[in-house]
């Protein structure tokens, strides 16, 4: 049963331009959402996290938008660079503390 | 260095063997979880552990086993493997039971020949 899915399996952007990563959810009971960054050869690292109380969360170039009435999530990477070529997770807390982890979408950042 | 220390990094073994990945925890995290990523898959929730007790169960095949150990560590146990283990295992740890996420290791990568 995935709970939080990521539809789009890569996305690719120019350098300076805006990045948009989407995340849906199922579970209405979810309340808190993660996004992971990750890159070939090592472990996911968190990068920016949401609660369910907030719309909004922004750090730096990262800016991750909840819409809980369409349990949607996305992450916004502004501008974004080479170096964010990666492959993100999104994660959602359900009420058991439990994450569940979306599918990845791996950005690639051309130069 | 993220804290969580996984050994070994890579790991190739024939069908039908035996190995064991290990997974130290960040210092002062008492959870810890196993994951799976297969090729252009997500990651897959295998098992948790907290303080020594099994307390959450994923898709793990019963082929694998797992266990957290007095001094916090943990090893993923799996056994008969076959082609379709191959993949990435990574572990993470948290505090809390996990409450503001979890920090990963850089993860084993296993080969099944």
């Known amino acids: 049963d995935q709970q939080v899915k990521q539809n789009s399996p890569s996305l690719s952007v120019q350098e300076g331009r805006i990045s948009i990563l989407n995340c849906d959810y199922t579970?209405?009971?979810?309340?808190?959402f993660l996004w992971y960054k990750k890159y070939p050869a090592e472990g996911p690292t968190f990068l920016i996290s949401i609660s369910s109380i907030k719309d909004k969360n922004e750090d730096g170039r990262f800016t991750v938008f909840l819409n809980k009435s369409a349990k949607h999530l996305s992450l916004h990477i502004v501008p974004s660079q080479p170096g964010d070529s990666a492959v993100y997770f999104c994660?959602?807390?359900?009420?058991?503390?439990?994450?569940?982890f979306g599918s990845g979408t791996k950005l690639n950042v051309k130069p | 260095d993220s804290g969580v220390t996984q050994t070994p990094k890579h790991l190739i073994t024939a069908t039908g063997q035996r190995v064991t990945l290990r997974c130290s925890p960040r210092?002062?995290?008492?959870?810890v979880y196993w994951y799976q990523q297969s090729l252009d898959q997500g990651l897959q929730f295998l098992i948790q552990?907290?303080?020594?007790?099994?307390?959450a169960k994923g898709n793990i095949l019963e082929r694998f086993s797992a266990q957290q150990f007095p001094d916090l560590h943990s090893e993923l146990n799996l056994s008969s493997l076959e082609l379709g283990d191959s993949a990435l295992y990574f572990c993470a740890s948290s505090n809390r039971q996990g409450s503001y996420g979890y920090t990963f290791g850089s993860g084993t990568r296993l080969t099944v020949v």
């Open positions: 579970n209405s009971m979810f309340d808190y």
């Open positions: 210092s002062g995290d008492l959870s």
């Open positions: 994660a959602a807390r359900n009420n058991f503390n439990k994450f569940y």
């Open positions: 552990y907290y303080n020594g007790e099994e307390r």
